[in-house]
């Protein structure tokens, strides 16, 4: 599998990266690498095979109880934002 | 008795000693501390040293021990891998993205020691969010092996085994998402335990792939991990994948015997990519155990050759999915002067996130896109139940598995950065029990001519973490290879 130009720089969009035009060719190569490598996988007959769906067979998601746990810290959490006033998180202008 | 000599003791032996006064946990702290800084210029094994927080907590520990107050692990001093949140301290994860966090609240495994009286000395560097076999991706530069500092000691968690290997600490956490604890463990001579998935709660451990990533430890001996693992695992509300399963006493079964014990040698691991040496390393190893009474027999597990390329298609898409929190809004790395919200976000990982992890990202990102899931995600995770069947096969016929950790000794530096798929071919051996949630342990079992370690892997049924202690200790009585010390940090 070869992946283009174009595909490397839409996932890169999906995946919301900025890549420097000399990283386009160099992730271009190792990622059709890393599908090809992937790509063995085909050869497992997996017909009959459910997909796992947690490591330990027979745990289930556990659910809370839906009450409060949380208290309020949004000071000291917010003391690690970039930008944030008035106990709010501040970004560039969205909407003109 | 002398303060030099404290590092080449056991977590055990360190414990037995500051119950007996014969040393304080301040000066057993203050001499790691001095090991650890005059150690960095040749092996960078540390982010962060916290020395006066390490003093002010060894004094505590000093005053419980006056009083009788104090825990078998009080006073005893640890370091974390940085990929633990700790309160109040940087948690980088070794990436650019988290070089300003400042955790405000603790990981349930450093809450959990820390309320058991362990003394942190700091954070140990690693692989930007544990991706790497080679702990040559950190945005603060490779550690190196304190066996030979012209080669990498492993990755992810490679700071944390370099720091035990070299005597600079006891012990260490370390997180194993695809061998992350054994790998670097068995290139630096270590014992290094994967639990169970599950056994240790993640919270606050910064999450790279949520279905394989479990917590654990780096110890000089089985003895060691036995007492850090009593204290670190156990059932925690704030995990939502935490098992509530009782915690046995690791230590009190460490002597049972182990004659008759079934050991299952795999032969998908003992195949044309194993280096003679290591080879003959492990054969040797499981001649002790045939002495101790164990038997032999080998096993096949047809689907663990596709193991690798199975979890490099679930852990890029959960890693993908993981590290889409990282948007330059809420904490960590921003760029500057952005034109709009889009070239925040994306300049802000673009620049935030280093070459391996931007990979991942994007390996993940492609595999869940829309048309691809069906080929790649879901085909993935039914070779992964395939795989999960073979070895609970498997542990129908033997109780316990063994093998090489490793293909290879330790490696030079740059080595394998050229081609991600011979790096990602590190983990071979380890990622056949992450996938099936297995407990595992690599622990120290010879040299190379060349004298670098190799480890022994042990692996066994789910939940079953006191018997590999309990194997691996057995053999630590019968073998002295866990108590060498590199020269250069004897």
């Not at chain 2, 007996?20 to 000066?27: A, D, I, N, P, Q």
């Not at chain 2, 654990?216 to 156990?234: C, K, P, Q």
């Not at chain 2, 022994?456 to 018997?467: K, S």
């Amino acid at each position: 599998m070869s992946l283009t130009r174009e595909q490397i720089e839409s996932i890169a969009h999906l995946a919301r990266l900025q890549l420097l035009p000399e990283e386009v060719p160099v992730y271009q190569d190792s990622l059709s690498r890393i599908l090809d490598f992937v790509g063995e996988l085909e050869r497992a007959d997996t017909s009959a095979v459910e997909p796992m769906a947690h490591p330990l067979p027979g745990q289930k998601q556990r659910l809370r109880e839906d009450v409060v746990t949380e208290q309020d810290h949004h000071e000291l959490y917010q003391a690690n934002a970039p930008q944030a006033q008035a106990g709010l998180y501040l970004v560039p202008k969205v909407i003109e | 008795m002398s303060n030099t000599s404290l590092h080449r003791k056991s977590l055990a032996e360190l414990a037995e000693g500051l119950r007996k006064r014969e040393f304080s946990s301040v000066e057993l702290t203050r001499a790691c501390l001095d090991r650890i800084e005059a150690s960095q210029p040749q092996l960078n094994a540390f982010i962060t040293v916290t020395r006066e927080q390490a003093l002010a907590e060894a004094a505590q520990a000093d005053q419980a021990l006056a009083e009788g107050r104090a825990g078998p692990l009080t006073g005893l001093p640890i370091a974390h891998k940085d990929i633990f949140c700790t309160s109040g301290v940087l948690t980088t994860c070794a990436s650019r993205m988290l070089s300003n966090f400042v955790s405000p609240y603790d990981a349930t495994v450093v809450a959990r020691l820390k309320a058991a009286g362990m003394v942190m000395v700091g954070k140990t560097n690693m692989d930007e969010f544990a991706m790497g076999s080679s702990n040559e991706t950190s945005y603060y530069g490779p550690v190196r092996n304190p066996w030979n500092t012209d080669l990498v000691p492993g990755g992810s968690s490679g700071g944390s085994a370099a720091a035990v290997a070299a005597r600079l600490v006891p012990a260490s956490t370390g997180t194993d998402t695809g061998g992350s604890i054994r790998q670097p463990a068995a290139l630096c001579g270590v014992t290094g335990l994967k639990p169970t998935y599950g056994r240790v709660s993640r919270y606050g451990m910064i999450a790279f792939a949520s279905s394989l990533d479990q917590g654990g430890t780096f110890t000089v001996s089985a003895e060691d991990a036995a007492l850090l693992l009593r204290a670190m695992a156990g059932f925690d509300p704030a995990d939502s994948t935490s098992v509530d399963e009782p915690v046995p006493d690791y230590v009190a079964t460490l002597n049972e015997p182990l004659r008759g014990l079934k050991i299952g040698l795999l032969k998908e691991f003992f195949d044309k990519g194993l280096d003679a040496d290591n080879e003959r390393c492990i054969r040797e190893a499981l001649a002790v155990y045939e002495k101790l009474g164990a038997t032999l027999r080998e096993v096949s597990l047809p689907a663990l050759p596709l193991s690798v390329p199975a979890y490099y298609v679930v852990a890029p898409a959960e890693c993908s999915s993981n590290l889409a929190r990282y948007d330059g809004v809420r904490y960590g790395y921003r760029c500057e002067n952005p034109r709009d919200l889009m070239d925040m976000y994306k300049r802000t990982r673009g620049e935030g996130f280093g070459a391996e992890v931007k990979r991942r990202i994007m390996t993940g990102t492609y595999v869940l896109s829309a048309g691809y899931y069906d080929a790649y995600y879901l085909k993935a995770q039914k070779v992964r139940k395939l795989i999960a069947n073979d070895f609970a096969r498997a542990f129908g016929e033997v109780d316990v598995l063994m093998g090489p950790t490793t293909p290879t000794p330790a490696f030079p530096l740059g080595a394998k950065t050229a081609d991600p798929i011979t790096m990602y071919l590190n983990d071979i051996y380890t990622i056949g029990a992450n996938l099936a949630g297995l407990p595992a342990i690599s622990i120290p079992c010879g040299f190379t001519p060349q004298g670098l370690p190799v480890g022994l892997q042990i692996v066994g049924p789910h939940f079953t973490e006191a018997r590999l202690l309990n194997a691996a200790h057995l053999f630590q009585r019968e073998t002295d290879w866990h108590r060498r010390v590199p020269e250069a940090f004897a």
